[in-house]
């Protein structure tokens, strides 16, 4: 039985989703939205953006579902997905639903051993979280990167090179630090990161910075 809070929060996601896109979201995709409580992750039933520590924080259930929306629209196979940001692990359990494999990158060891221990806890087990820089990570062969945090200037290599031919990058991005943060995807291809079209209008977004290793 979902709660209403819950069946609340879906109808939040699916009105502000369709501001953005004509395709309605999936229902698979809402289905897995009802059924994974949020607030085993450090989130509430409420369509907004929570503090998980660190100056972290669980995305906005909104951009958690049309993220993975657009995955599964444009992902030309689910065998493998990795996260770079993993946070909480929400993202990565909303993920496990429809990938094979699912490796989440965090750079906090706290929230990576905290997000690793929940999502065992939870039956997860199909689910990795590493600790790591997601700028020096080793990553992939896989069929789609995310990228849960807010990206500037250059992609890293790692992240292109780590997907195979035809899969897919969706981070939310801009190309200077004053410019206004968009979500972006792109498809790999024999001549590099090719940009896609994935919305009908463009989303502008606020996510915490992506930080680099020094």
Not at 12 to 20: C, P
Not at 163 to 188: E, F, H, N
């Amino acid at each position: 039985m979902v709660s209403d809070n819950r069946q609340a929060m879906i109808d939040t996601i699916v009105q502000h989703a369709a501001k953005y896109q004509k395709k309605p979201l999936s229902d698979a995709l809402l289905d897995t939205m009802r059924r994974v409580d949020r607030t085993d992750f450090g989130g509430t039933e409420e369509d907004s953006a929570r503090p998980i520590g660190h100056g972290q924080t669980i995305s906005q259930p909104f951009m958690v579902a049309i993220m993975t929306d657009i995955i599964l629209e444009h992902a030309s196979q689910r065998e493998s997905v990795v996260e770079i940001g993993a946070g909480s692990g929400y993202q990565a359990a909303i993920l496990s639903n429809f990938f094979s494999h699912v490796i989440g990158i965090e750079r906090l060891k706290p929230l990576a051993e905290a997000a690793q221990a929940r999502l065992d806890r939870l039956g997860y087990h199909q689910i990795n979280i590493q600790h790591d820089s997601g700028d020096l990570a080793v990553i992939g062969p896989c069929d789609v990167v995310i990228v849960t945090c807010g990206v500037t200037g250059d992609i890293p290599k790692n992240w292109s090179n780590g997907l195979r031919d035809q899969g897919i990058l969706l981070a939310p991005y801009a190309k200077q630090t004053d410019g206004d943060m968009q979500l972006m995807l792109w498809r790999k291809a024999e001549t590099g990161l090719l940009p896609i079209n994935a919305l009908d209008h463009p989303l502008y977004c606020q996510f915490v910075p992506f930080v680099r290793a020094e």
